[in-house]
């Protein structure tokens, strides 16, 4: 009786073997499916350590933790079970959510054995995973004490308004994140590639916050932090930081980060002090006509030109042997001529993401940065986007 409680029988290669069960527990496919779903950003995919491609599996009490890192990022959540053997090991992420995600909706029993691995039953669908050890799965940071509470709403609503303006050049490092600073007023998020800048202010109460701080945020992380707000953007962050990592916990999931190191250039000598001339444009409008005359751009530089006369504004692109496009969109304008040129995607990016109907274009003239911003913005919050001009 007591043999047959505590080992299991595996079939390997043709022989009988008994093996010690090592980890037993059942727990809804539903749940843990969206659990791991959240982890597949962070594992390793192309590594020359395999067990970076796994996920940590650790049973507490009526719990189970899922644990994945890539050693640049790391994540660690948890999905009610019930508990019939604790203790812990490593499954392949990608091949055990792909094989979930097809089982039918019910409870999934889980064994893990001494030999590491992973027994699955669900109705009448019986799986074999070969796992590893979790003694060579790396140990996580612990996430230090609480630096301030952040909405959530919040710090996913300054990402999707600056992420796209990271620099994707790798060998310019301190560009491949985001600048965030919390300070007592609230927070500000600043990323730019060089040829552009985004920049969100938001006045918002940092419960918490003894002092100012910042820290180069990494896109990857950003990214992340996005998936996590995507299931419900209601909850506080818990948002911490050592001098080597930054930490984001959400209820009982954690994000951690390697920060970025470096000094990240001074923003505010970018930002222009003043244009003499401002349009306020319908959004959904000046994209539409972006996007149309920008099939006629060249493909490499993304070049389309503004020309803003009295009255109206034209965009325009050509390709010699292909065709040209204009639209003319009506504004209040009373200047000097002006034709200066843009990236299209670059104002793309911007018109996509801003919430509002209208936008502001702010220009001085052909040879300087032009500067886009929400129309009747809140006084809580700050949205500026500089776009340096193109020679065309």
């Avoid at 899922?66 to 019939?84: F, H, M, Q, S, V």
């Avoid at 100012?212 to 990214?223: D, E």
């Avoid at 002090?273 to 972006?290: N, Y």
Wanted: charged share 25%; aromatic share 6%.
């Amino acid at each position: 009786m007591l043999l047959r409680d505590t080992f299991v029988g595996v079939v390997i290669v043709g022989k009988e073997a008994l093996t010690l069960l090592f980890m037993e527990f059942a727990v809804s496919k539903s749940d843990l499916v969206k659990e791991l779903g959240l982890t597949q950003g962070v594992v390793e995919k192309k590594t020359t350590i395999p067990i970076l491609s796994n996920i940590l599996v650790e049973t507490d009490e009526d719990k189970v933790w899922l644990t994945a890192t890539d050693l640049e990022l790391g994540i660690k959540c948890a999905c009610p079970a019930r508990i019939k053997k604790e203790g812990a090991g490593t499954i392949p992420a990608r091949r055990l959510l792909d094989y979930v995600r097809l089982l039918p909706d019910a409870d999934v029993q889980v064994k893990v054995a001494e030999n590491q691995w992973a027994s699955l039953v669900c109705g009448r669908s019986r799986t074999r995973i070969a796992g590893m050890s979790r003694e060579s799965f790396p140990e996580l940071p612990q996430m230090p004490e609480s630096v301030a509470e952040i909405p959530l709403s919040v710090l996913s609503q300054m990402i999707a308004s600056t992420i796209f303006a990271i620099s994707a050049e790798e060998s310019r490092f301190t560009l491949n994140g985001a600048l965030l600073i919390l300070k007592n007023s609230g927070l500000v998020m600043v990323s730019t590639d060089g040829h552009r800048l985004a920049l969100m202010e938001k006045k918002v109460e940092l419960s918490g916050l003894k002092e100012p701080f910042r820290a180069l945020l990494p896109k990857k992380a950003m990214s992340e932090v996005q998936k996590l707000a995507s299931d419900d953007v209601t909850k506080p962050v818990q948002f911490s930081g050592n001098d080597n990592h930054l930490f984001f916990q959400i209820d009982q999931r954690t994000l951690l980060s390697r920060r970025l190191t470096g000094n990240f250039p001074d923003y505010e000598r970018v930002l222009p002090k003043e244009h003499p001339h401002v349009l306020v444009i319908g959004k959904d409008e000046f994209k539409s006509a972006i996007e149309r005359v920008a099939q006629f751009a060249d493909e490499r530089s993304r070049a389309i030109r503004l020309q803003i006369l009295n009255g109206e504004l034209k965009v325009h692109s050509s390709i010699s042997e292909t065709g040209e496009s204009e639209e003319t969109i009506p504004v209040e304008y009373s200047g000097s001529d002006v034709e200066v040129g843009f990236n299209a995607q670059y104002l793309l990016d911007f018109l996509r993401t801003v919430e509002g109907s209208e936008i502001e274009f702010h220009f001085k003239d052909a040879n300087s940065a032009g500067e886009l911003r929400p129309h009747d913005g809140s006084a809580e919050t700050v949205y500026r986007y500089v776009v340096m001009p193109m020679r065309i």
